[in-house]
């Protein structure tokens, strides 16, 4: 292979390396009713199912990789039930607020996740994500959920702060699933 080979070859390589995620994007949804707040956010990835699941159930790690998530933690676990505390905040320009929720989890493997608070500073949250193997060989993810916080959120600004909060966080999962997606198809060394 002559060195102009090398080179095309390496920067090719680079160009694959520091392209955007195979991922699909991240569509985002959301609208306000009164005080509560309704969210419907999905990506499809060019990935295994089971590592989406292993991605959305890996409660105690997920501040390692979702912004604005400062702590989450499984305080209980019966089978396909899980009680989940997490904190983190609600960011956008001068608006911040923390947020705190204790989460009762039903688990229904390979398929959803269902979150509801039982404790924390939100009068209610209801949420699930949804995984699907698509024809496609693709996978969708999809999250829908409804909070009611029980703090004061300025009527626009809540809206796009939780938009915003609610986006990075969702393509940040979608990134770390494709990640551990990669890692787990790259042949051994």
Known sequence: M????KLLVLGATALLLSAPSPAQRVDIETHRKN???IV????EMPVDPRTVW???TDYDHLPRF???MRSSRVLQR???RVIVEQSGELVFLFFRQPVEVKLSVVE???TRVAARAIGGNLKALDGRYTVESLPSGYTRLSYSGRLVPDFDVPPVIGRIALQTVMARQFDAMV???VRRDAERIAPAR
């Open 2 to 5: 002559s060195r102009a080979d």
């Open 35 to 37: 005080e509560t707040i």
């Open 40 to 43: 419907e956010v999905s990506a």
């Open 54 to 56: 292993s991605v959305i």
């Open 66 to 68: 979702i912004p604005y």
């Open 78 to 80: 019966d089978a396909d």
């Open 108 to 110: 229904s493997p390979q």
């Open 175 to 177: 990134k770390e699933i």
